[in-house]
């Protein structure tokens, strides 16, 4: 039982590229959410995806687009990195509702 | 406009003593309250959580308070322990939101032996 695996774990982007960031869980959670860490900031919620099929925009979404492949899987692309976009991401899932969420090991992420 | 406040962003504490940390919020709205803790280069983890409705939580050494009128909670560590050092970050969710957790800026805490 992995719990919520991240790939990769750190990334070196230049600005203007692409990628994608890959996250998994086994625990069978209807949902899914992405997060970014920034110093002093705690974690800011990027997207979330309540359940399979649907996804919708958290607090600082712009720049970032998601898909919710299946229930287990649920990806973060950047079309086209900028600076600020460096962070240490985190995907999280949970059963949904006032419940607590499982938190990946993150992916640390710089663009150059 | 930061909804939740962890207005200490440090505090060191003796091994055995307690570590109280705060955390503040301003959105009415919010009626769960989790707090995590983070160690580096790993994810937050789940420690304790507080509903509304009601005012004290406890977990073997952990003890969450919620003043509900001040809109404030703090979390007790009952003795500190020298693994207890990390981040703690603590959040807040209206029930009905879907669990979109909102996130203080979190608390280093280090436990001395």
């Known amino acids: 039982n992995a719990g919520v695996t991240q790939t990769p774990k750190f990334q070196v982007l230049k600005t203007g590229q692409s990628m994608t960031l890959q996250c998994a869980q086994d625990?069978?959670?209807?949902?899914m959410y992405w997060y970014r860490q920034d110093p002093g900031m705690g974690l800011r919620l990027i997207y979330y995806?309540?359940?399979?099929?649907?996804?919708d925009k958290g607090e600082v979404p712009n720049g970032y687009n998601v898909s919710r492949l299946n229930k287990r899987e649920f990806s973060l692309r950047l079309e086209s990195a900028a600076p600020s976009q460096t962070s240490v991401y985190f995907c999280?899932?949970?059963?949904?509702?006032?419940?607590?969420?499982?938190f990946g090991p993150g992916t640390r992420l710089t663009v150059t | 406009d930061q909804q939740v406040k962890q207005n200490s962003p440090s505090l060191s504490v003796q091994e055995g003593r307690i570590s109280i940390l705060n955390c503040d919020y301003t959105?009415?709205?919010?009626?769960?309250f989790l707090w995590y803790k983070k160690y580096p280069a790993e994810g937050p983890t789940f420690l304790i959580s507080?509903?509304?409705?009601?005012d004290k939580n406890e977990d073997g050494r952990f003890t969450v308070f919620l003043n509900k009128s001040a809109k404030h909670l703090s979390l007790h560590i009952v003795p500190s322990q020298p693994g207890d050092s990390a981040v703690y970050f603590c959040?807040?969710?209206?029930?009905?939101?879907?669990?979109?957790?909102?996130f203080g800026g979190g608390t280093r805490v280090l436990v001395k032996p």
């Open positions: 959040a807040a969710t209206p029930r009905a939101a879907g669990n979109k957790l909102t």
């Open positions: 507080i509903s509304s409705i009601k």
């Open positions: 959105n009415s709205m919010f009626d769960y």
């Open positions: 999280a899932s949970g059963p949904g509702g006032p419940y607590e969420q499982y």
């Open positions: 625990m069978n959670h209807n949902s």
């Open positions: 995806s309540a359940s399979e099929g649907t996804t």
